[in-house]
């Protein structure tokens, strides 16, 4: 079986649409979902605190798919774009520690990489003008500091 073929010139991995090996349907897409959504409801929810401490909030629903842009309208129809990109942003540190462990290269690093994880929630947490009983009254899982 051959390696998957890789996006043409972007220099990272990723599957072509147009790959015929490219997964289609099954449970990733509606995972993926979920996931968008529930950080996106996380996001909206802190937005009225996060707003001050974003570097960038000039966002526009023409900077997202339209396939996202259309999803978070249906659920979220008072929501401005910026609240979605910084979703997007959580999503990416919170997926990138967990790809690091689960591929190995956490646990040459570091003895024990929840006690990791668990500082990046509470920095998240923190990026987003909030403070541990913030984000439990928001609807984040309490956790010890």
């Known amino acids: 079986m051959s390696p998957p073929r890789r996006s043409p010139g972007r220099g990272r991995p990723g599957w ?47 900077d997202f798919s339209p396939g996202l842009a259309d999803t978070i309208r249906e659920h979220f129809p008072e929501l401005p ?37 668990h500082a990046e929630l509470l920095d998240l947490i923190r990026s987003l003008g909030l403070d541990v009983e913030h984000a439990h009254h928001l609807g984040m899982p309490r956790t010890s500091t």
């Open 81 to 117: 774009p910026a609240p979605v990109a910084l979703a997007l942003r959580m999503w990416g540190r919170m997926h990138g520690l967990i790809s690091l462990e689960v591929y190995g290269h956490l646990g040459a690093q570091t003895g024990d990489p929840a006690k990791l994880y």
């Open 16 to 62: 072509r649409r147009d790959c015929p090996d490219a997964p289609t349907g099954g449970a990733a897409p509606e995972a993926a979902k979920r996931a968008c959504l529930g950080l996106t409801e996380l996001a909206a929810a802190a937005w009225p605190y996060a707003k001050a401490t974003q570097a960038s909030t000039d966002h526009q629903w023409s």
